[in-house]
C-alpha cells in the first residue's frame, strides 16, 4: 500500500531530524535536512531563512490554495531528561527525541501527506507544504517572514499534536508589561507614595474582572498577573515603581485591540503589550473540512495554547499526530502508530473535500 511506503519515509526523515539538533533560531541543520530530502523526491521548492516551502507538480493559479504547515524547531532539552535527547531511539512502539512529539510526528506527516498529492492532476485546489522555523519562540523568521512570498492561502493545517483531533479555535495571547507609578521616600517616615500599593487595585481588576463575551469552543478570557518587581534594593525605600507582567489569554470574540482598550479603561497603571501578533482564530463549523472531519468521527474543540495558526492570515485548523501533553517533556516521545495514524487522516480528510 502506498500509505504505508509514505509511513516508512516519514518515520525515517523523523529520525534523521530528531539526530539534527534544531533549537530555535538554530534550525540551519534541519532546514537543509528538508530541502536536501525534497531534491532527492524531485521536488522544487523554495528557502528563505530557515524556511522551506513547495508547490504541487500540477499548481493551478487558478484554484484556492491549501497550505499544509509545521514547524522544524524545538525547545531546549528539558533538564529532566534520562535519555540522549538527539538519539532516535524506538522502545515498546515510542519514537523517542527532542522534538518528536512537538512537532516533528506533524510535520513529516505533513510532508508524507504533500508526497501523497503532489503528482495529482485532479485536485480541485493546489496545496502548498511549509515547514517552517522559529514557532516555539513565535520569532518573526518563521512563517510570518514567508507570508508575503507564498501564494494567497485560502485554507491552512497547522500541523500539532492533537492526537489527530480538530482544534477549531486557537486561544490568542496577549503579554502586557505594566508599570506603576509612585515617589520614592523613607520607609521609616510618612514619605512618599508606595507604587507597590497602587499596583494592588489594578492586580485585583485583573484576577477579579470577567469579559461578558464567552465563546462556544475557548471559554472566557483568562487574565494572569505572573510576574512583580520594583526598581528597590533596600529594605528602607518605599518603592517608586512597581512593574508587573500580566498573560492575557483571547477567545475569539475580541481582537486583541478591543483586549487592550477594556484594559486601559479600567486600570490606572501604564500598560504597554509587548505584541498584537498572537491573534486568537476560529473555523466556522460548516467548514467543508470540519464536517469531514466530524463524518470521520473525529472530536472538535478550543486550543488553549498558541502556535503559528496565530500568525497565518486565513481560515485554518490546528491538527496532527502525538499528545499536547508531552510536548516540552523530558524523554519526550510519539508513537510509530500516532504518525501512521496522523498521514492517513490528513489524506482522507483532503481527500474528502476534493
Known amino acids: 500500500m502506498w500509505n504505508e511506503k ?9 529520525k534523521q531530524m530528531i539526530a539534527t539538533p534544531s533549537l530555535s533560531r538554530e534550525e540551519d541543520g534541519t532546514a537543509t535536512l528538508i530541502s536536501e530530502f525534497l531534491t532527492a523526491m524531485e521536488i522544487p521548492h523554495e528557502r528563505h531563512l530557515n524556511n522551506i516551502w ?8 487558478a484554484k484556492p490554495n491549501i497550505l499544509l504547515n509545521s514547524h522544524h524547531d524545538t525547545v531546549k532539552p ?6 540522549d535527547p538527539f538519539s532516535p531511539d524506538v522502545v515498546d512502539g515510542k519514537l523517542f527525541g527532542l522534538g518528536s512529539n512537538d512537532a516533528g510526528g506533524c510535520l513529516v506527516s ?40 507564498l501564494p494567497a492561502i485560502d485554507f491552512a493545517i497547522v500541523g500539532e499534536p492533537t492526537q489527530t483531533q480538530l482544534a477549531v479555535a486557537e486561544k490568542g495571547l496577549l503579554v502586557l508589561d505594566c508599570t506603576s507609578t509612585g515617589k520614592a521616600g523613607h520607609a521609616a517616615r510618612e514619605e512618599g507614595e508606595n507604587a507597590l500599593y497602587k499596583a494592588l487595585p489594578d492586580l485585583l481588576w485583573f484576577r477579579d474582572y470577567r469579559y461578558p ?3 462556544d469552543t475557548l471559554g472566557p478570557v483568562k487574565m494572569s498577573a505572573t510576574v512583580i518587581n520594583t526598581s528597590n534594593k533596600a529594605h528602607n525605600v518605599v518603592p517608586a515603581d512597581c512593574t508587573f507582567v500580566v498573560d492575557v489569554r483571547a477567545n475569539d470574540q475580541y481582537t486583541l485591540e478591543e483586549l487592550l482598550d477594556i484594559i486601559r479603561a479600567n486600570v490606572q497603571c501604564e500598560v504597554k503589550p509587548r505584541s498584537l501578533r ?10 467543508p473540512f470540519v464536517q469531514a472531519g466530524i463524518a470521520a468521527g473525529k472530536t472538535c474543540y478550543g486550543s488553549p495554547t498558541t502556535s503559528d495558526q496565530a500568525l497565518i492570515p486565513a481560515t485554518s485548523v ?16 510519539i508513537y510509530l ?18
Open 110 to 149: 505533513l510532508i508524507a501527506t504533500f508526497l501523497h498529492f503532489y503528482h495529482r492532476s485532479d485536485l480541485q485546489y493546489n496545496i502548498i507544504l511549509s515547514a517552517t522555523a522559529e514557532e516555539e519562540i513565535s520569532g518573526s523568521n518563521g512563517v510570518e517572514s514567508i507570508l508575503d512570498k
Open 213 to 215: 463575551k464567552v465563546s
Open 78 to 83: 528539558n533538564p529532566q531528561y534520562t535519555r
Open 6 to 14: 509514505l509511513y516508512d519515509v516519514a518515520v525515517a526523515l523523523l
Open 278 to 287: 498572537m491573534r486568537p482564530s476560529s473555523i466556522p463549523m460548516d467548514h
Open 337 to 354: 502508530s500516532e504518525i501512521k495514524d496522523g498521514i492517513d487522516s490528513y489524506i482522507k480528510l483532503l481527500e474528502a473535500i476534493n
Open 54 to 61: 513547495a508547490l504541487n507538480k500540477h499548481y493551478d493559479t
Open 318 to 333: 490546528k491538527m496532527g499526530p502525538g499528545d499536547s501533553a508531552r510536548s516540552h517533556t523530558a524523554d519526550e516521545y
